[in-house]
């Protein structure tokens, strides 16, 4: 009983002493230090504070400690902070040292890029009453490599620029040049009140917008405050600005268009960054204060086009003269785009539009180059890039012709230009030769199956129409009959072999074209309206440009390019569609498309001048019920006999409200033959 006794006692002065040796524990300064850069690494800057020595704290107070260190990590954008230290393997008592030091390694990415240093930290042993803590004697050169107390940190922007678009010969389409930017300066409108109300009327704002700016908390007497921003070329606008008393006009970096309305819609424009594109694009380099591409070109090619900036993080002494620089990255220019476009032949088919509501295409048939994409009416990329006022935009919203439509990206009903495709599958699947001769009375036709009175119409009344004659004087009623004589299964197919309901291979987003709702053409009067460019047909300008393609290349329809190859190899063809007929069909029609004499619907008018044509007219009719007027649109698609390297394909709208002596597609046949003839003069 006494040994189990003693045993017992025995075992409770164990624990004790194991107790005992366990609280008397020794902090160890390692652990201290592991503590203060996990800490560290999470910017905690208040409770690192907390583990510096009190030498340390009388030099600065917490509030200050941290509103300075995290002013610092914020202002390089510090990101993805690694420290750590090396610990040696055998440390010191702690109870023998008053201090040590611990060799740390700092790895970041800034804004000026990666940045690692090393440094010795030192703890020091700080007593309080029986006990001690190992505190950090803090340096700020830990948080950066050789600051000091009263260094400051400056962080420079080197400023990137953004690649120009040009066209094939090197013409500037979207360019960085400069602007004028109209302004204020308050002291010299003293006693010229007057001028307010005059600069306002002048540039299309108000005066409590000017008042506005005027009374920015930072404004000054003697500050220049901008008002708005101008293109450089409005010189009469400027020059009455200039006469005003109090204003100033000074020049400014800015993206300029030499193109203006006439690539609107192809080059686009760039603008400040919305917060909707920021967050889209994190991580990606950009800032509020970013310029994007907003529209166009600008936009589709922005990787390549946006330059990165580049940054500095420099040293400074207490009047902001450098002492060291510490990180630096060099900016990246955007990379130039030189294009297939020719600004002169895009500036050419603009002007001959003459702002109607259309669109068009202009390709090298034999190469597949575009050299033109045009939508009318237009607007001026350089207000939107300048920042357009919100009463100029809303005007360009309300105007009844839409002008910020880009209508080459469209699709519309092709009317009568289809009647050469219609033809070519008809020729294909073998339904009619070249010689086919079909017998038609009168100027309509129905046939017996259909129900109603549903019929189709013609302007010509011949007896006997083969292909050629057809295509003169462009009988609706035979290519009526000869879709039907196809079949609707290889008519589908057929449109298909030319592109229909598939998406370009083109960078330019475009809509897809389509034979019928659905793709499918389930009834013969569908079929048959289908054969002569009505039905539910839809093609996009620059497919049907590219269509016409195969019948200079031998049946084969060229690829669309819009860069310029790097290699100089864009005098060679690219097919994106081979043998879409064979190469005698596609000679029969090129032939027979050839406008020579007054039967031709696109003989007149005649303009002195242009080249020989090949080519087809069309007017794609919109209407209610049959029988009644609605609206037409009017067609052009031509190219060049003689040499073929310009195939321009146009659409303009209600051309039958066109007050001109002009009706129909003679409309459009104007503009495009005043086009050619300019361009290949």
């Not at 129905?446 to 011949?462: A, C, N, Q, V, Y």
């Not at 303009?652 to 409309?667: A, M, P, R, T």
Request: aromatic residues 8%.
């Amino acid at each position: 009983m006494i040994l189990k006794r003693l045993m017992l006692l025995s075992l409770v002065i164990l624990g004790a002493v194991l107790l005992s040796s366990c609280s008397d524990k020794k902090p160890e300064p390692s652990a201290a230090f592991t503590k203060f850069t996990k800490e560290w690494n999470k910017q905690d800057f208040k409770t690192m504070y907390g583990q510096l020595t009190p030498d340390a704290k009388k030099d600065i107070s917490q509030k200050k400690f941290i509103e300075r260190y995290k002013a610092i990590y914020d202002g390089i954008e510090a990101k993805n902070l690694k420290v750590t230290f090396t610990k040696p393997k055998e440390e010191k008592d702690p109870d023998d040292i008053k201090s040590t030091s611990y060799t740390y390694h700092v790895k970041m990415n800034t804004v000026a890029g990666d940045l690692s240093y090393s440094g010795k930290a030192v703890l020091k042993k700080t007593k309080k009453d029986d006990t001690y803590t190992w505190n950090v004697d803090w340096q700020p050169s830990m948080i950066l490599k050789d600051l000091k107390k009263d260094t400051l940190i400056s962080v420079k922007t080197l400023e990137s620029s953004r690649g120009e678009i040009v066209d094939r010969n090197q013409q500037p389409l979207a360019m960085n040049g400069e602007a004028s930017q109209i302004g204020l300066f308050p002291k010299q409108l003293e006693g010229h009140e007057d001028t307010k109300a005059k600069l306002a009327r002048l540039l299309g704002t108000t005066t409590d917008t000017i008042d506005d700016a005027l009374s920015a908390s930072w404004v000054t007497p003697e500050s220049f405050v901008p008002i708005k921003t101008v293109s450089a070329d409005k010189t009469d606008l400027i020059d009455k600005a200039r006469n005003l008393p109090g204003v100033l006009i000074q020049s400014t970096p800015a993206r300029v268009y030499p193109c203006g309305k006439a690539c609107s819609h192809l080059i686009g424009y760039v603008g400040s960054i919305t917060k909707e594109q920021l967050d889209k694009n994190k991580n990606e380099g950009y800032t509020d204060s970013s310029i994007i591409g907003k529209k166009g070109l600008e936009s589709l090619y922005e990787d390549q086009l946006r330059g990165r900036d580049g940054a500095e993080i420099i040293l400074t002494d207490s009047d902001h003269e450098p002492i060291k620089t510490i990180a630096k990255k060099d900016p990246v220019n955007g990379k130039d785009i030189q294009l297939t476009i020719d600004r002169s032949v895009q500036e050419t088919i603009y002007k001959h539009m003459n702002g109607d509501s259309g669109a068009a295409a202009a390709i090298n048939p034999k190469t597949g180059d575009v050299l033109a994409l045009v939508s009318t009416p237009a607007f001026d990329p350089n207000e939107f890039s300048l920042g357009i006022s919100n009463a100029n935009y809303q005007k360009l919203l309300k105007d009844p012709d839409n002008p910020l439509l880009n209508r080459f990206t469209q699709t519309y009903t092709p009317g009568s230009t289809q009647k050469p495709l219609t033809a070519s599958i008809a020729l294909s699947q073998k339904a009619i030769t070249p010689n086919t001769t079909l017998k038609i009375n009168g100027l309509t036709w129905r046939d017996p199956s259909w129900k109603g009175d549903f019929h189709i119409t013609r302007e010509d009344s011949l007896p006997e129409v083969n292909l050629k004659s057809a295509l003169t004087v462009s009988d609706n009623i035979y290519f009526a009959q000869v879709a039907l004589k196809t079949g609707a299964d290889k008519f589908v197919s057929g449109m298909k072999n030319f592109g229909f309901g598939e998406k370009l291979p083109f960078p330019y987003a475009v809509k897809n074209s389509q034979v019928a709702n659905g793709g499918k053409i389930d009834n013969t009067g569908l079929l048959a309206n289908s054969g002569y460019g009505q039905g539910q047909l839809l093609v996009n300008p620059l497919l049907l440009a590219l269509d016409y393609s195969a019948f200079v290349n031998d049946g084969n329809i060229v690829k669309p390019q819009l860069l310029v190859k790097s290699d100089n190899s864009s005098s060679s063809p690219s097919y994106w569609k081979k043998n879409v007929l064979s190469a005698s069909n596609a000679k029969t029609i090129s032939k027979d498309l050839e406008i020579t004499g007054p039967s031709d619907t696109a003989y007149l008018p005649q303009i002195k001048g242009a080249p020989p044509l090949a080519g087809k007219t069309g007017t794609a009719e919109h209407k209610e019920k049959q029988g009644t007027q609605g609206k037409d649109d009017g067609w052009f698609v031509a190219y060049n006999t003689n040499d073929p390297k310009l195939l321009i394909s146009m659409m303009i709208e209600n051309v039958q409200d066109k007050n001109s002596d002009l009706h129909g597609s003679h409309y459009v046949v104007d503009k495009v033959k005043k086009s050619f003839r300019d361009i290949l003069k």
